[in-house]
């Protein structure tokens, strides 16, 4: 079976859904053959782990107040995922438009609130980011890690490092795992069910440019107030039947 006869709709779908099924069978033929998302997955949580081990090999003895650092650092990590998300990846702006041209025309179009699922393992190269780019984001953290530990303490140095890398990697699997199946281990989770419910409204294009930027703990969206509201959601939902059934003239 070919990957556009694998995805396609049937005949009678409504145009949203065909397009989905083409930008699908597109994208998901773009995966390069030697993609392994095994290996995608390893280099990602290796990042955080070797943060880890070499932050437990680099601390002596930190006290509380140095492990203060650790909450700080969670607050602005969230505040920043809410930031980024809303400007960066469903805004285009040079020179980091690429971030949005994977998330908003990509990841939005494949993945849509009634489709949250991937259908097969490879399709994880179109939900988390590539490993170098969570390397790269622990890599833009490390001056502000060298500058804290070098006039304040080297402890909370390495406690801003660790915290950020484990972040960065928390948000990629968290994220993946409301793109799993919902009957999977992982899946049925019940804070998985709750956290992945929060996702799926943002994934619904009525909706994901206002609501629900948050993708771990939805702290910010609440701080912003950008949690999408029942009533919302319900008048979005209803406006979706009226236009899937013919009025009755
Ligand atoms: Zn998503
Ligand atoms: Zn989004």
Known sequence: MTTATRFAPPKDAPAILR???EARARLHAAIPAGYSPWLHLAGTTSVAIVALALGLAKMHAPTWVE???VPVVLLFANAFEWRAHKNLLHHRQKPLHHLYDRHTPEHHMVFGYDDMAIRDPRELKLVLMPAIGVAGIVAMAAPIAFALGHFWSPNRGWLFLVTSAIYVVAYELSHMSYHLAEDSFIGRLSLVRVLREHHRRHHH???MQKWNFNVTIPLFDWVHR????K?????TLEHDRREKTPRDE
């Open 205 to 207: 294009p009525k909706l």
């Open 67 to 69: 492990l203060l650092t």
């Open 19 to 21: 397009a989905r099924s």
């Open 231 to 235: 009533e919302v959601l319900e008048e």
């Open 226 to 229: 950008s949690v999408v509201s």
